[in-house]
């Protein structure tokens, strides 16, 4: 398991929708990289997330890591940009 620190936040991203609110299948190729995640732990410096959050951070931040079949962002906290 990994272990943020200091305020740094890690985060799992969420799968993009295979449909769309109408129920039309939508291409692989044609889907947006979703710009969301869900929190699955923080560090000791952060002050305003909690695990379990649904986030929005900013596209091009962040650092990528897959363990096991699951891609994990870490990120600092001022790169979040706002909570769901």
């Known amino acids: 398991m990994l272990k943020p620190l200091k305020d ?3 985060a799992f ?3 993009p929708k ?7 299948l939508l291409p692989s ?9 869900v929190v699955e732990s923080v560090g000791p410096d952060v ?9 929005i ?9 897959k363990i096991n079949d699951t891609e994990y962002l870490i990120l600092d ?3 979040i940009l706002a909570t769901m």
């Open 77 to 79: 906290e001022k790169d």
């Open 29 to 37: 190729d044609s889907k947006e990289k979703p710009a969301y995640a």
């Open 8 to 10: 740094r936040v890690i």
């Open 47 to 55: 002050k305003e997330i909690k695990k379990g959050d649904k986030i």
């Open 18 to 24: 295979e449909k769309t609110a109408s129920g039309l």
């Open 57 to 65: 951070y900013k596209e091009y931040s962040g650092t990528n890591v």
């Open 13 to 15: 991203k969420e799968q």
